[in-house]
Every structure is written in structure tokens, then in C-alpha cells.
């Protein structure tokens, strides 16, 4: 069992930066894929960004890609996503999830592949 506590989002105008961080709780952190995904006003909650259990590949939606970091310590049992150059579309519930670990597939993006989920973070981006 994992449980998982987003922070960090909050209101910023255009161009701005927001830092979201994620805590799990559980023994299986360091086993987890982990995982950031959102859901936008009125849209499907969509894949954002993630990272292996040794933090040593991470993927990236087209959205995200260029902007977004993803990142994670083991030794604390946490993920980041460190989001740039931010724009009103990137308005969203921020989740993390945790799924299954992965060895030599691509990183799952589908929230189907994802076991465990946070309460989200909302984050707001002004013109």
C-alpha cells in the first residue's frame, strides 16, 4: 500500500514556476514507478510526466517536454515536477500516482498503469 500527499501548487502569472513535491508513505516507494498527471477544467485527466524507480529515465508528455522536470529521492520517499515557463493551459489538478515497477518496457503513461493516487494540487496559471 502507498499513500500519497501532493503540495506545492498554488496561483502564479504566465512564465512563472511552480515546484510540486509528492510524499509516499509505504515501503514500495523505492519499487514504484511514480507518476504526475492532470486534469484541466471540463478535459480528461491527462499524463504528464514520469520516472523509473531508480530515477534514471523519465518521459515526458509533448506538453510537458522542455518545461517540466520530474524528479525523485528514494531516501526521502519523494517526487517533484518542476514546472517552467508556465501557461494558462497548464491550469490542472496536479496528481502523482505510483504503479508498478518497470524494467526494460517504456514508461507507462496510461492511468490504468498506475495502482495508487494523491488527492491533487491545484495549480492556476494567469495570463
Known amino acids: 500500500q502507498v499513500q500519497l500527499v501532493e503540495s506545492g501548487g498554488g496561483a502564479v502569472q504566465a512564465g512563472g514556476s511552480l515546484r510540486l513535491s509528492c510524499v509516499a508513505s509505504g515501503r514500495t516507494f523505492s519499487n514504484s514507478v511514480m507518476g504526475w498527471f492532470r486534469q484541466g477544467p471540463g478535459k480528461d485527466r491527462e499524463f504528464v510526466a514520469a520516472i523509473n524507480q531508480r530515477g534514471e529515465r523519465t518521459y515526458y508528455s509533448d506538453s510537458g517536454k522542455g518545461r517540466f522536470t520530474i524528479s525523485r529521492d528514494n531516501a526521502k520517499n519523494t517526487v517533484w515536477l518542476q514546472m517552467n515557463s508556465l501557461k494558462p493551459e497548464d491550469t490542472a489538478v496536479y496528481y502523482c500516482?505510483?504503479?508498478?515497477?518497470?524494467?526494460?518496457?517504456?514508461?507507462?503513461?496510461?492511468?490504468?498503469?498506475?495502482?495508487?493516487w494523491g488527492q491533487g494540487t491545484q495549480v492556476t496559471v494567469s495570463s
Open positions: 500516482a505510483a504503479g508498478r515497477p518497470i524494467y526494460y518496457s517504456v514508461l507507462p503513461t496510461s492511468r490504468d498503469d498506475y495502482d495508487y
